[in-house]
């Protein structure tokens, strides 16, 4: 990458990329074989792209692998699925610790097996003291069922006494969703030549930029992600304001 758009992108670039990682399946059809065969190629550019963070000051990084939605698809591919983040959890595990990698889950755990969240719990602890990267991958996740379950534990703190209602506001909710300790996304990426944020971070992407790319997951290289940071550092984001004489943009 030509040093400028290096300069342009450390100078302007996002804190937080979020990425809906579509086009696995149409990936491997294309070339003949199973569906799975695409989610594991899709697995090594995850590995790609967290490694690339650091080189473009990302320092956040949310990744879409499995929605509340994909439950539907045949048994086969998603016991192939969680079999996968199994294996990427153990098999990961120490490059992203090497690598200062802190990870976090977000999503709603009960129909995950057991084994899956005690890996998932293992990664989230083994990893709690990184401070490079944080990646947070997004696991039986879906946007609306966040802010319910987010709006039931508000509501039991309002039952308790513990939150008034007149204290439900956009600062106080916020604190109920699974991504509480994250800022908001700065970025989504979504691959694969679907232009629809089907159920990712709904409430934390309302001023997020978008860009929606042809290429399939398993295609996404650094190099691609490297284009589209660049492209984001060159936008002008003013939050709903007007831009001001002196080149900035008030917050809303
Ligand atoms: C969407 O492609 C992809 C998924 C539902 C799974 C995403 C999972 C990975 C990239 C692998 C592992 C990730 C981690 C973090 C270990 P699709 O199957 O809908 O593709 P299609 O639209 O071409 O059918």
């Known amino acids: 990458m030509a040093e400028d758009a290096t300069d342009s992108i450390a100078a302007r670039g996002p804190r937080h990329v979020a990425i809906i990682m579509d086009g696995n399946g149409r990936w491997a059809t294309m070339r003949g074989r199973p569906r799975l065969f695409g989610h594991h190629a899709g697995a090594r550019r995850v590995r790609e792209i967290v490694e690339s963070c650091p080189e473009y000051g990302v320092k956040y990084l949310t990744v879409f692998a499995f929605s509340t939605e994909n439950w539907k698809r045949t048994q086969a591919e998603v016991a192939g699925l969680m079999n996968l983040f199994r294996g990427y959890i153990r098999r990961e595990a120490r490059a992203l610790l090497a690598n200062n990698v802190r990870v976090r889950f977000i999503g709603d755990r009960v129909r995950l097996d057991e084994k899956l969240i005690a890996l998932m719990d293992e990664l989230e602890a083994m990893t709690e003291g990184c401070s490079g990267t944080n990646l947070t991958v997004a696991l039986n996740y879906g946007g609306r069922d966040e802010v319910a379950r987010a709006t039931q534990r508000l509501a039991e703190d309002v039952a308790r006494g513990r939150l008034r209602p007149e204290e439900v506001n956009e600062e106080t909710l916020p604190r109920y969703l699974d991504t509480w300790v994250l ?70």
């Open 183 to 252: 800022p908001d996304p700065d970025l989504v990426i979504r691959t694969s030549g679907e232009a629809r944020i089907s159920n990712f971070l709904l409430w934390q992407s309302a001023y997020a930029e978008y860009e929606f790319v042809d290429t399939l997951w398993p295609d996404f290289t650094r190099a691609e992600f490297g284009r589209l940071l660049h492209s984001y550092s060159r936008r002008d984001r003013r939050f709903g304001a007007v831009r001001t004489a002196a080149g900035g943009a008030a917050a809303r």
